[in-house]
């Protein structure tokens, strides 16, 4: 699959912006424990992407409602799953945010939206895409993908052997057969309290993981 040329044919309707996800760094995704790849629902400015390039990522999202969840979610994934009262605060050790340049990205939609999403409107671009998006899961062999709804259920159903989802708190998981392993949980920006957000995560990884 030409994935440039797929996806600015689907997203590219009327001039839309359009941000070509994936992988991040090749090289630190490489050297990572796990390979982790977040879904998330659509880009908001194209300019996240740009400046996830480059070190010095907490001077500039730090405090993001959708990046600051993230950065302790994949800070535990990729040094020994501590908690969230066992690390420091971001805004002490801003360098954990780095951790956000080893991981992959796939959007939804990939042109560019506004401050909030329409989930049923996701979930359209979600059907249209989803070869695209079935072929950078492939092309990235992650071994943990997180993602959140309307989409994550029909994702699942994509391997056969897998079991049905596991729930365990605000989160629902296949971990029992075959990789990636795939966790659905509310979106990173959802208004809930951010230390159940992440440990609820991080404690069905590592169960995932050792089940797998």
Request: one cysteine or more; hydrophobic letters at 40%; aromatic letters at 12%.
């Amino acid at each position: 699959m030409n994935i440039k040329a797929a996806i600015e044919e689907i997203y590219g309707a009327g001039g839309a912006t359009i941000v070509f996800d994936g992988i991040l760094n090749q090289q630190l995704f490489n050297a990572a424990p796990f390979k982790v790849l977040w879904i998330l629902r659509e880009p908001w400015f194209k300019e996240t992407w740009d400046m996830l390039q480059s070190e010095g990522i907490y001077n500039r999202i730090g405090s993001s409602p959708t990046w600051h969840p993230m950065f302790y979610v994949t800070f535990s994934i990729l040094n020994g799953f501590p908690k969230w009262n066992e690390m420091k605060y971001i805004r002490e050790q801003p360098d954990m945010a780095e951790v956000l340049r080893s991981v992959a990205y796939v959007n939804v939609k990939k042109s560019v939206g506004g401050t909030s999403s329409h989930l049923k409107e996701i979930h359209s671009w979600f059907k249209k895409g989803e070869e695209i998006i079935k072929f950078q899961l492939s092309e990235c062999t992650p071994d943990i993908v997180i993602g959140c709804p309307p989409f994550m259920q029909e994702i699942f159903k994509w391997d056969k052997e897998r079991s049905s989802p596991i729930k365990h708190g605000i989160v629902s998981f296949v971990s029992n057969t075959g990789k990636p392993l795939l966790i659905e949980a509310p979106h990173p920006s959802h208004r809930g309290k951010r230390e159940v957000y992440v440990n609820t995560i991080v404690e069905v990884i590592q169960a995932g993981l050792k089940s797998s």
